[in-house]
T-cell receptor, first 114, second 110 residues
Framework: NAGVTQTPKFRVLKTGQSMTLLCAQDMNHEYMYWYRQDPGMGLRLIHYSVGEGTTAKGEVPDGYNVSRLKKQNFLLGLESAAPSQTSVYFC?????????????FGPGTRLTVL | LAKTTQPISMDSYEGQEVNITCSHNNIATNDYITWYQQFPSQGPRFIIQGYKTKVTNEVASLFIPADRKSSTLSLPRVSLSDTAVYYCLVGDQGNTPLVFGKGTRLSVIA
């Protein structure tokens, strides 16, 4: 099993450009999450999904959109990138959310917006 | 969601036992306590989880007093490779995902 993978690993954008980050998991997990982590900070939840075809907002959803068309994939989109979105983005998945089920994290995507 | 408070940073020498305490005064009956570890440039990974008393695995021990208003992560005989950020999370998750705070940055010194 590859676990949770993220594509790409690094990306540099100019202000106003758009891009999509892909997260894939091969563990048949129901729940998937997108977090961002700024230098010296903890993780902040952007959006999450409790199952295929569903999405919900987290702490910091503004400027991002997500889609979960397939159970194994969770896409994070930036329609018009801003320098404030420079961050490391982590995707995670869990089998379900009952009783604090363990979240498995991907390796992260380092995004720089100029 | 129960709010957690933990020290921002800790230093320790190699070979020592390290205890990181997390306060969660408004923990609810259904809430579990979970700790994650994050190495630089990596995503967090699960260390241990408990509900009450003591839980031990191959990596750490988790001590939870009877009132459950705090918990202590214990790392026995730390090594340089234990240098990481440790996050304490409290909740039952359900349909509301957990909140990661800033965590405790542990630096292990030779």
């Amino acid at each position: 099993n590859a676990g949770v993978t993220q594509t790409p690993k690094f990306r540099v954008l100019k202000t106003g450009q758009s891009m999509t980050l892909l997260c894939a998991q091969d563990m048949n997990h129901e729940y998937m999450y997108w977090y961002r982590q700024d230098p010296g900070m903890g993780l902040r939840l952007i959006h999450y999904s409790v199952g295929e075809g569903t999405t919900a907002k987290g702490e910091v959803p503004d400027g991002y959109n997500v889609s979960r068309l397939k159970k194994q994939n969770f896409l994070l989109g930036l329609e018009s990138a801003a320098p404030s979105q420079t961050s490391v983005y982590f995707c995670a998945s869990s089998y379900n959310a009952e009783k604090m089920d363990t979240q498995y994290f991907g390796p992260g995507t380092r995004l720089t917006v100029l | 969601l129960a709010k957690t408070t933990q020290p921002i940073s800790m230093d320790s020498y190699e070979g020592q036992e390290v205890n990181i305490t997390c306060s969660h005064n408004n923990i609810a009956t259904n809430d579990y306590i979970t700790w994650y570890q994050q190495f630089p440039s990596q995503g967090p990974r699960f260390i241990i989880q408990g509900y009450k008393t003591k839980v031990t695995n191959e990596v750490a021990s988790l001590f939870i007093p009877a009132d459950r208003k705090s918990s202590t992560l214990s790392l026995p005989r730390v090594s340089l490779s234990d240098t990481a950020v440790y996050y304490c999370l409290v909740g039952d998750q359900g349909n509301t995902p957990l909140v990661f705070g800033k965590g405790t940055r542990l630096s292990v010194i030779a």
